[in-house]
Every structure is written in C-alpha cells, then in structure tokens.
C-alpha cells in the first residue's frame, strides 16, 4: 500500500498567518492527491483534487501544489473558520490512503 | 442537495455482525462510486473500502478484507457495508461519501456518519 505522511502533526498558527501542510507519499502517484477539512464533530470536507483544484465553493486562500511524491495544502491568509484537522488522500492505487491529519491550532 | 444518511450502527459483540446503510438523495446514485470511511475515537480517517457505480469492482483495506462487504443496491439509492467477525479495532465513526465519478478517486459529500461500538 502507498503509504502517505503527513507534517506537522499539529501546527500552532495566529489569524492572518501563511501556513503550509505537507504530505509525503512513499512511492510516486503522479496528480492524485486530494485534501480535506474537517472540524470537530463534522465530517470531512472536500477542498482539493488532482493536487491543485479547487472545489466549488472553497475560498481562494486555500491552495495545493506539488508532485510525484510531495505534496503540499498552502492556507495563504489564516481565518477563523480555518482552524481544524486537515488530511491528504492519494487515489493512485484502489487501496486509497489517507495521511494522518494535520490539526492546525489557535495560537 | 447531495444528501447521503447513514445508518445501522450500534453496540455488538467481538465476533459479532453489522449491517451498514448508506441512503443516497439528490443526485444519479447510480453514476458516481461510493466509499466507506472510518475514524476510530481521537484519531484520523482511515479508508474501508469502495464500489464502482455499477458495482462491479469493490476494494477493500487490508484490515477489513475477507471480513468485510461491500454493495450497492441502484434501483433503491442505497450503499451497503456488511460487517462480520467484527473486532474492538473496529470501533469508529463509519462515513459514507460518494465519490466525483463512476471509479473511485476522491469523495465530495460525505454523511454525517454512525457509530460502531465493538466491546463485550
């Protein structure tokens, strides 16, 4: 299975702050990365796919980048709402995989 | 609106058995694959499993696998998720979420998901 590794593991950050989310595969699965949010108590939420595009609705702080086999979620303008536990996906292979969530804190 | 409502979830015994229903509204059930995604308490998502929109092909995790089934009823809108031999490990918030096409790929609307207490 493609291993995906996600860092920091948790990040303090302050309103207004850039913050970037890394996620490290453990072989190459070219552009099949997607992101996701999800606050506490809710499920998850679709932000990314195929590294970099936005999903319908998404605000325009939230950006992906990357390739082959590292990968990264950019939150240009830390706002409020932001402050949650974020997560890789690869859909290379059938055997999908989640990273390990990075949860981004107050500071 | 995508809606997909799960349902199913309770309190069984190690080695016991579950049935997981997954009611989808609002869009062509049977033109987009489905997901089965977990979350043990205080920790992170973990993938199950997954079916094709025709159900032709499903997928599974290695932890589930042989253990576990996955199916989709077209004519009724509803994903199913058998569970047997079921262990405490398997204890988690299950979510269902459809996914962006007829293959698995990623997952734009998810439920609000139900719980599964294995425990003795």
């Known amino acids: 299975d493609i291993q995906m590794t996600q860092s920091p593991s948790t990040l303090s950050a302050s309103v207004g702050d850039r913050v970037t989310i890394t996620c490290r595969a453990s072989q190459s699965i070219n552009d099949w990365v997607a992101w996701y949010q999800q606050k506490p108590g809710k499920a998850p939420k679709l932000l990314i796919y195929e590294i970099s595009t936005l999903e319908s609705g998404v605000p325009s702080r939230f950006s992906g980048s990357g390739s082959g086999t590292q990968f990264t979620l950019t939150i240009s303008s830390l706002q409020p709402d932001d402050f949650a536990t974020y997560y890789c996906q690869q859909y290379n292979s059938y055997s999908l995989t989640f990273g390990g969530g990075t949860k981004v804190e107050i500071k | 609106e995508v809606q997909v409502l799960e349902s199913g979830g309770g309190l069984v015994q190690p080695g016991g058995s579950l049935r997981l229903s997954c009611a989808a509204s609002?869009?062509?059930?049977?033109?987009?694959?489905m997901t089965w995604v977990r979350q043990a308490p205080g920790k992170g998502l973990e993938w199950v499993s997954a079916?094709?929109?025709?159900?032709?092909?499903?997928y599974y995790a290695a932890s589930v696998k042989g253990r576990f089934t996955i199916s989709r009823d077209n004519s009724r809108n509803t994903l199913y998720l058998q569970m047997n031999s079921l262990r405490a490990d398997d204890t988690a918030i299950y979510y269902c979420?459809?996914?962006?096409?007829?293959?698995?790929?990623?997952?734009?609307?998810w439920g609000q998901g139900t719980l599964v207490s294995v425990s003795s």
């Open positions: 079916i094709t929109a025709s159900g032709a092909s499903t």
């Open positions: 609002g869009f062509t059930f049977s033109s987009f694959a």
């Open positions: 979420a459809k996914g962006r096409t007829t293959v698995v790929v990623f997952f734009d609307s």
